[in-house]
């Protein structure tokens, strides 16, 4: 059986991306340092799959030491790189945090992965490396532009790593998804976004004002020039993308890559406003939202989403999950972590 390392496995993404690799036969080594999380996903990783016996080592890969041990004590096929600081704030007011950690683990975790026979190497990217874009939708040649925070842009320097990386040495090849905007919770609602404080995001602060949490909604901005004069994105459900890992994974351990390093957008192709997503939202919770119209946030783009055409005949890839079935699995989580 083939083994997977999934470094940041802890958190959100990497708790979704573990089942799914569990569930389509893989063995699962997680590692995370659990500075942005606690043992609640990890825990919930288990239940679900009823692997009681799920490896899982404390460690940080910004310590190479420990990251060398890390891949001479298990035989790692396919090692994906989660772990990294995500607050785009947090990074602007802290950049060498961010520079620091974010490149320094993924500069350790190839530094291992070749030295220990570990081919294969997936990143989690970003959408954020498209920046503002030109075109709608984008596809994997749209240009990146500058980034407009240091946390976006470890995201395009980490592609650059890999890149050059791979490029260089023979023994490692890669593959960076750029994830456009993850959301949601597994169906089971034993794992999903914990986010420490006050979310940043956008579906777990609507799903803490709807529990009581918060006590309105901001929507930033009602006056971009989209169709409801809110800002788009791409909304993808958390179980629908941790599924293209796994059917990334499979292109790698199967031998079916066409060049040593590709890169694919992970969407769902369909925009959707922040004013949409709100109102579907109340809808197919039966509720309703406190909210308002509040200034627009500093940094936002106007509209962004994913051409997914090449995710979709070559990894075989396809969102499956609808809007609604997604912002319920957020709602039941919320109700889940308030014992509701
Ligand atoms: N929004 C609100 N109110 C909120 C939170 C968000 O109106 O309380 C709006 C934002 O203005 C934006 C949309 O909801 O229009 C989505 O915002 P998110 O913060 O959920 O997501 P972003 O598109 O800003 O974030 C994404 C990724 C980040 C990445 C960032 C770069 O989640 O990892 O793009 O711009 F860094």
Same mark, same amino acid.
């Given at each position: 059986?083939?083994?997977?390392?999934?470094?940041?496995?802890?958190?959100?993404?990497?708790?979704?991306?573990?089942?799914?690799?569990?569930?389509?036969?893989?063995?699962?080594?997680? +590692?995370?340092?659990?500075?942005?999380?606690?043992?609640?996903?990890?825990?919930?990783?288990?239940?679900?799959?009823?692997?009681?016996?799920? &490896?899982?080592?404390?460690?940080?890969?910004?310590?190479?030491? +420990?990251?060398?041990?890390?891949?001479?004590?298990?035989?790692?096929?396919?090692?994906?790189?989660?772990?990294?600081?995500?607050?785009?704030?947090?990074?602007?007011?802290?950049?060498?945090?961010?520079?620091?950690?974010?490149?320094?683990?993924?500069?350790?975790?190839?530094?291992? +992965?070749?030295a220990h026979g570990c081919r294969n190497v997936l990143f989690s990217s970003s959408a954020t490396v498209y920046g503002e874009p030109e075109e709608l939708p984008v596809t994997e040649k749209s240009p990146r532009q500058p980034s407009?925070? &240091?946390?976006?842009?470890?995201?395009?320097?980490?592609?650059?790593?890999?890149?050059?990386?791979?490029?260089?040495?023979?023994?490692?090849?890669?593959?960076?998804?750029?994830?456009?905007?993850?959301?949601?919770?597994?169906?089971?609602?034993?794992?999903?976004?914990?986010?420490?404080?006050? &979310?940043?995001?956008?579906?777990?602060?609507?799903?803490?004002?709807a529990i009581g949490r918060r006590e309105c909604l901001s929507i930033f901005g009602d006056d971009y020039p989209t169709p409801d004069g809110t800002c788009q994105r791409d909304y993808i459900d958390i179980v629908d993308l941790a599924?293209?890992?796994?059917?990334?994974?499979?292109?790698?351990?199967?031998?079916?890559?066409?060049?040593?390093?590709?890169?694919?957008?992970?969407?769902?192709?369909?925009?959707?406003?922040?004013?949409?997503?709100?109102?579907?939202?109340?809808?197919?919770?039966?509720?309703?939202?406190?909210?308002?119209? +509040?200034?627009?946030? &500093?940094?936002?783009?106007?509209?962004?989403?994913?051409?997914?055409?090449?995710?979709?005949?070559?990894?075989?890839?396809?969102?499956?999950?609808?809007?609604?079935?997604?912002?319920?699995?957020?709602?039941?989580?919320?109700?889940?972590?308030?014992?509701?």
């Open positions: 059986m083939k083994r997977v390392l999934v470094s940041g496995g802890a958190g959100f993404i990497g708790s979704h991306v573990t089942v799914e690799l569990i569930e389509a036969g893989y063995d699962v080594l997680v +590692a995370d340092d659990m500075s942005n999380c606690d043992l609640t996903c990890y825990e919930g990783v288990k239940k679900i799959t009823g692997r009681d016996d799920l &490896p899982f080592v404390k460690m940080s890969f910004c310590d190479m030491e +420990a990251t060398d041990k890390l891949f001479s004590e298990w035989k790692i096929d396919a090692v994906i790189h989660f772990a990294a600081f995500k607050a785009v704030g947090e990074s602007v007011s802290d950049p060498l945090k961010y520079y620091g950690n974010n490149l320094q683990s993924f500069i350790n975790v190839l530094e291992a +992965a070749k407009t925070s &240091p946390y976006g842009n470890t995201k395009q320097i980490c592609e650059d790593i890999l890149r050059d990386s791979v490029a260089a040495y023979p023994q490692i090849r890669g593959i960076a998804l750029r994830y456009f905007n993850p959301i949601g919770a597994h169906p089971s609602a034993l794992i999903g976004e914990l986010p420490r404080g006050v &979310p940043n995001n956008l579906v777990p602060f609507i799903t803490q004002t599924r293209a890992h796994v059917c990334a994974v499979a292109r790698m351990l199967d031998e079916k890559m066409e060049q040593e390093y590709e890169i694919f957008n992970v969407g769902t192709g369909r925009p959707l406003s922040v004013m949409e997503l709100v109102n579907a939202f109340q809808k197919v919770n039966n509720l309703k939202l406190n909210y308002k119209i +509040a200034p627009r946030r &500093p940094g936002d783009v106007t509209a962004i989403w994913a051409d997914p055409t090449l995710a979709n005949e070559k990894l075989g890839w396809k969102a499956t999950r609808t809007t609604e079935e997604t912002l319920a699995s957020a709602w039941a989580w919320e109700k889940h972590l308030a014992g509701k």
